[in-house]
């Protein structure tokens, strides 16, 4: 498959600088790989011309005279913001003129327009986001969702589960483990809602649509126990910003230890390919790039402070999702499931 992708070369606090050598580079690692820059033009021309993508036989100028700013709100990006390059990067998407789109723009503005523009698949409620953490396999571990839905209900947790599923798979892990976060392993732990979580993803596995380990815990995430670890945004954020503020203390601490005295400095010398090694396996970089999953496309969100190698890692993330076909893959597992059906209606509710 020669995968297309979109790219809202204006996003972020870097813009052109940072998107476009990343386009390059991507460009000079897949041979059949096409990209649609989407921006200003007269903005984007002397990055263009800089690492040579003037001209270049795959890649496709798309103009978009607005931009969306880190400080726009929602409303401004919907409704004002009608020719920004983030809308227009997901209108090709939903034209079939690319396969995914890449935006470092801000998280609530990317969301609401992808979910306006694209809308969300039959059988899934809520799109989530999903991205990896690092792990001590060196693998990587998908987690979702990561804060787009604060509360969530165990249908919704499944959902996240079949998600979570196609997107490893793309990524290629064969029949990927699934956990669900919770306080502990035992299935009488959790609140009502985790347990009925618990009850879907255990009926799921049962008939061969899921491979669904059973509960896991927040060391777990780390330690590589499952490939991909489901909760509700909310636990999902507070997970994330945990993990990353405890790898920026590592990284702070042997910095200070390395740098105390001559002695310390001599031994960091010593021990540079080490560290190297630990940063390169640590650094947040690698694993930028963010899905929105469970719309009728793919859209991926780079970290807004991202510099040119962050954003090529978000932009493989989407060649590799693409590639795999992880819309359709999505589909055929909520097909299997018959996740899109109706529910009690609030009489019968209240009756059992």
């Not at 921006?39 to 978009?64: C, F, K, T």
């Not at 669904?212 to 997970?239: H, M």
């Amino acid at each position: 498959m020669t995968a297309s992708l979109a790219v809202d070369v204006m996003g972020g606090d870097l813009g052109p600088s940072a998107t476009l050598p990343a386009c390059r580079a991507l460009l000079d690692g897949h041979a059949q790989c096409r990209v649609l820059l989407v921006g200003q033009p007269e903005v984007m021309q002397p990055g263009l011309d800089l690492h040579g993508l003037s001209g270049h036989p795959r890649v496709e100028i798309v103009p978009a005279s607005e931009v969306v700013t880190m400080d726009d709100s929602v409303e401004i990006a919907l409704r004002r913001k009608k020719d920004s390059s983030m809308r227009r990067a997901i209108e090709l998407v939903k034209d079939g003129k690319a396969d995914a789109c890449v935006s470092s723009g801000n998280t609530g503005a990317l969301m609401a327009v992808a979910r306006y523009v694209l809308k969300t698949l039959p059988g899934i409620d809520r799109p989530a986001i999903a991205t990896y953490l690092p792990n001590i396999t060196g693998s990587g571990t998908l987690m979702l969702d990561l804060g787009a839905n604060v509360d969530c209900l165990a249908e919704h947790l499944l959902q996240f589960a079949v998600m979570g599923t196609a997107f490893a798979a793309a990524g290629g892990h064969a029949n990927p483990r699934v956990g669900l976060l919770n306080i502990g392993e035992e299935i009488i732990k959790g609140n009502e809602m985790i347990k009925q979580a618990g009850e879907l993803l255990r009926q799921a596995h049962a008939e061969g649509r899921l491979n669904f380990l059973g509960n896991v815990e927040g060391n777990d995430i780390f330690k590589g126990t499952a490939d991909i670890v489901v909760c509700d945004g909310f636990v999902g954020n507070v997970a994330l910003k945990t993990s990353e503020g405890l790898a920026q203390m590592l990284s702070g601490m042997i910095r200070q230890e390395f740098t105390r005295g001559p002695m310390s400095r001599l031994m960091a010398l010593a021990a540079l390919p080490v560290l190297r090694r630990f940063r390169r396996r640590v650094d947040h970089r690698r694993y930028n790039g963010a899905a929105l999953l469970g719309l009728r496309g793919l859209v991926f969100k780079s970290h807004g402070s991202a510099d040119a190698f962050a954003f090529q890692q978000a932009m493989e993330r989407a060649h590799e999702a693409a590639e795999g076909r992880v819309v359709q893959e999505i589909e055929r597992i909520l097909a299997a499931l018959h996740t899109h059906r109706p529910r009690p209606s609030s009489q019968q509710s209240m009756a059992g």
